[in-house]
Structures are given as structure tokens and as C-alpha cells.
């Protein structure tokens, strides 16, 4: 049986982004930089738009603004940033992208208003100490 190191195990394009992000404080970056790698697009652009989709909060639900808060991105607009490079880089090291050309792909622009604050729903009126309280069936056995 031959031997197998480690870096045999994983893609170049993996290799590449852990020998970019290699500082401890870069893993989540690394981790965005292999999503590039393993993203479905099959060309640069769609490997691009993917990231977009990945690093950006966007609503969940259909002209429903509030669900942005339920999308697994990073939320916060530098680590987005972030985000969308490192996962650009993935995808410039998986289509063999020069550097040059990696390093002119901008993220997405900042967002002129900021998401709408997050209300918590609104509880129907209590009651008055002196009312009894509607009787609510058990759903208990």
C-alpha cells in the first residue's frame, strides 16, 4: 500500500486556499475560499454569482425584506466583504484565473439603507385582571 500524505487527500484548489488563509484567525476565510473550489457553476461567472449568493444576506422569502435576518451569511458587511473575496479566490484558483484578474472582481457595493430592524411580534392584548381569560382546549392528554 503506497503512502498518502494529507495534502494528497485534498484538491489542489483546497490546497491553495489553506496555503493562502494558513493563520489561525483566517479559517473562516479559508472555509469561504473552498466553497469557490467546490461551488456548482460551471464557469467563472456562475462560480461569482455563487459566491454573491454565499457571502451576502439577501431576503429568504420573496419581498419579505425582514427574512434577510434567517439567511446563513455572514450578516455584517466587512465580513460579507470578506467572505465574497475569499470565495472568489476559490473560484480563481478552480478556473485558473489569473491573480490580476481575481484581484479586480469587487464585492458587491454597500447597501445604501441598512436591513430593517428586527421587531419581535406583537402579543395580543392582555387582559384585564377582572376579565377571565378565554379557555384555551388542553392538546394534552
Known amino acids: 500500500m503506497e503512502n498518502v500524505i494529507p495534502q494528497q487527500w485534498a484538491s489542489p484548489c483546497g490546497n491553495q486556499c489553506t496555503h493562502k488563509y494558513a493563520a489561525l484567525m483566517q479559517i473562516p476565510w479559508r472555509v469561504f475560499c473552498k466553497k469557490g473550489c467546490n461551488a456548482d457553476g460551471d464557469t467563472w461567472e456562475e ?3 455563487e459566491c ?3 457571502c451576502y444576506k439577501d431576503p429568504v422569502l420573496k419581498d419579505q425584506q425582514w427574512s434577510a435576518y434567517i439567511d446563513r451569511s455572514p450578516g455584517a458587511v466587512n465580513y460579507s466583504q470578506d467572505c465574497f473575496n475569499a470565495c472568489v479566490t476559490g473560484c480563481g ?18 447597501p445604501s439603507e441598512p436591513l430593517p430592524e428586527l421587531k419581535p411580534p406583537t402579543s395580543p392584548a392582555a387582559t384585564k385582571p377582572d376579565e377571565p381569560a378565554e379557555d384555551v382546549p388542553s392538546t394534552s392528554a
Do not use: M, S, T
Not at 484558483?93 to 454597500?110: A, G, N, S, W
Open 47 to 49: 462560480c461569482l454569482a
Open 52 to 54: 454573491d449568493e454565499i
Open 93 to 110: 484558483y478552480k478556473f485558473e484565473i489569473c491573480k490580476e484578474k481575481v484581484d479586480q472582481v469587487r464585492p458587491r457595493p454597500l
